[in-house]
């Protein structure tokens, strides 16, 4: 696993409950709608599918737990890996993106550099991130 890899692991997993939340909150809407039907003469059958709907928000909510759990582990493994950064320019940058999630242009706006020093930075960056990762292994 590269570098790059092991710090957008914390954004990716953070994208993925992201969208199972999104899920969940359909899964709602969903369970609601069919409930009210009940509740207005709806056919015996829609008690069925709010029940099989309320089980699949229950194992969702399980998933989504377990998921932050992990999130928060992970998050915890890659702020110690940056925070072994020995340059602090370095560290806020690293942790700009792959903790606070923010873009390129607005990490140059922030530092006050072109979009180009902030590539070179990020390399720079990923070298002392790798050499930590290997040291950890």
């Not at 696993?1 to 990716?12: D, F, I, N, P, V």
């Not at 009210?36 to 599918?49: A, C, I, L, V, Y």
């Not at 706006?109 to 020093?117: K, W």
């Amino acid at each position: 696993m590269t570098a790059k890899e092991y710090l957008g692991q914390y954004r990716s997993l953070k994208t993925d409950i992201d969208g199972k939340n999104e899920q969940l909150k359909e899964l709602r809407e969903l369970a609601e709608s069919v409930s009210h039907s009940t509740e207005t003469g709806g056919s015996g059958g829609t008690s069925d599918k709010v029940g099989k709907t309320v089980a699949k928000i229950i194992d969702l909510e399980n998933e989504i737990s377990c998921q932050i759990d992990k999130l928060l582990e992970l998050k915890k493994e890659i702020e110690s890996t940056i925070a072994k950064v020995e340059d602090p320019v370095l560290r806020q940058l690293l942790t700009l993106r792959y903790i606070n999630g923010r873009e390129w242009l607005r990490i140059a706006f922030d530092f006050g550099y072109e979009i180009r020093q902030i590539y070179r930075l990020h390399n720079k960056a990923l070298v002392f991130v790798k050499n930590v990762i290997e040291c950890q292994s």
